[in-house]
């Protein structure tokens, strides 16, 4: 089953904060951050595991609510580098390949 | 280490025809993935492999794909009779062991079938 992510669009400008969510009709094991630049490979941003963790670095960070079976994703005062779009990918155990959601396209605009 | 690479970048064929793309994971990392992304939409899981162990093959693929890692290494895949819908791009992954961590991912294969 793919998560789905919300919203599918986000045009911020330069500074402004938004916030990326993805859910799952099933229990989850662990859920994967990634970004993509035009024509470029996926970027690893981080992992969170079931329990209800949170992570961050810099300017980013994440949650994961067991409970809801969903996780958010935070950019705090976006900068041009954040544009791209982002995939959750949820795995159901530990021995599971990631499915990604559609992706949110986000555009940070100075 | 390089990370994840594919060969070749880029692929133009003529339907009908048969393909082969190569990934070379990261050294000792011994779980690789294929997926398919097309424009706008997020990477799509095909197939995984453990070692050389082909673990997960997705329903979604059609008896024309085929996928093998022989000796654990690199892996490639195969794609028979190519159709139009097959245009896409092709990403591999590799992972370390564990999965609770990142997966790398190659530059992908742009596969256009005229």
């Known amino acids: 089953q793919q998560p789905v992510q919300s919203p599918q669009a986000v045009i911020l400008r330069e500074g402004e904060d938004a916030v990326i969510n993805c859910s799952s009709s099933k229990a989850l094991y662990s859920v994967h951050w990634y970004r993509q630049k035009h024509g470029e490979a996926p970027v690893f941003l981080m992992i969170l595991l079931k329990g209800g963790e949170q992570k961050g670095h810099d300017k980013i960070s994440a949650s994961f609510n067991e409970k809801k079976q969903q996780s958010s994703l935070y950019l705090t005062a976006s900068q041009l580098s954040y544009s791209g779009t982002y995939f959750c990918g949820t795995a159901f155990n530990a021995g599971n390949m990631l499915t990604f959601g559609g992706g949110t396209r986000l555009m940070v605009k100075p | 280490d390089t990370g994840v690479s594919q060969d070749p970048r880029h692929k133009i064929t003529k339907r009908g025809q048969n393909v082969t793309f190569r990934c070379d994971p990261i050294s000792e990392h011994n779980r690789l993935y294929w997926y398919r992304q097309t424009l706008g939409q997020g990477p799509e899981f095909l197939t995984y492999?453990?070692?050389?162990?082909?673990?997960?093959k997705s329903r979604l693929l059609s008896d024309r794909f085929s996928a093998e890692r022989p000796k654990g290494s690199f892996s490639t895949l195969e794609i028979q009779r190519t159709e139009q819908g097959d245009s896409a791009m092709y990403l591999c992954?590799?992972?370390?062991?564990?999965?609770?961590?990142?997966?790398?991912f190659g530059q992908g294969t742009r596969l256009t079938v005229v």
């Open positions: 992954a590799s992972i370390a062991g564990r999965s609770n961590t990142e997966a790398f």
């Open positions: 492999f453990q070692n050389e162990a082909q673990l997960e």
